[in-house]
């Protein structure tokens, strides 16, 4: 049995340990009454708090402080589909790489960490930029309005964060007969 130490478990450690550091300064932001909830934070203290757990941080070597202006094309072109392509991200599921553009995201702070997406209503990581909730909210509104039917984000905050406003389409009834 070998105990070699690998790129794998460093990683695996480094993820543990961001996810516990992110769920510890999140709850000091809403103790110390610097938002309501995990929601607010996303919505108004993103940069603060991103700033905040990566000065915490004990290795920047594998971290990376992100917004989302890092992933648009120069100007006007939204997303930088090619970079985003080399992380393995494409436009969700549903969804066209233009429809994605016109879904009204809003600027962010958060942390990416070995291709995982991290903020403060996402302790665990996702796996894409759009799988963080602030992202998959806006992303859901658009599902809907194409009449595409998808569960709203529930996450684990100290206040429900608001629902989509859109209700999910009401499924179809089968016009066949049904042998």
Same mark, same amino acid.
């Given at each position: 049995m070998s105990n070699a130490v690998t790129i794998d478990t460093v990683l695996e450690k &480094?993820? #543990?340990d961001l996810t516990d550091l992110i769920k510890i300064v999140r709850d000091e932001f809403v103790r110390d009454g610097m &938002?309501?909830?995990y929601y607010q934070i996303n919505n108004g203290q993103c940069e603060?708090?991103?700033l905040e757990v990566c000065s915490r941080y004990p290795s920047k070597e594998y971290l990376m402080e992100a917004y989302t202006?890092?992933?648009l094309g120069d100007g006007d072109e939204g997303f930088d589909w090619e970079w985003l392509s080399q992380m393995g991200i494409d436009a969700p599921e549903g969804l066209? #790489?233009?429809e994605t553009e016109g879904a009204h995201f809003g600027g962010h702070a958060f942390i990416i960490l070995d291709k995982r997406w991290y903020d403060a209503e996402a302790p665990d990581g996702a796996e894409s930029i759009f799988e963080l909730p602030i992202f998959r909210r806006s992303i859901i509104t658009a599902l809907r309005k194409k009449g595409i039917s998808t569960p709203d984000v529930v996450t684990d905050d100290v206040k429900p964060a608001p629902l989509c406003k859109i209700p999910n389409p009401?499924?179809?009834a089968d016009p066949s007969p049904g042998l």
């Open positions: &480094a993820q #543990r &938002a309501d909830s603060e708090f991103m202006e890092f992933f066209t #790489r233009e009401v499924a179809k």
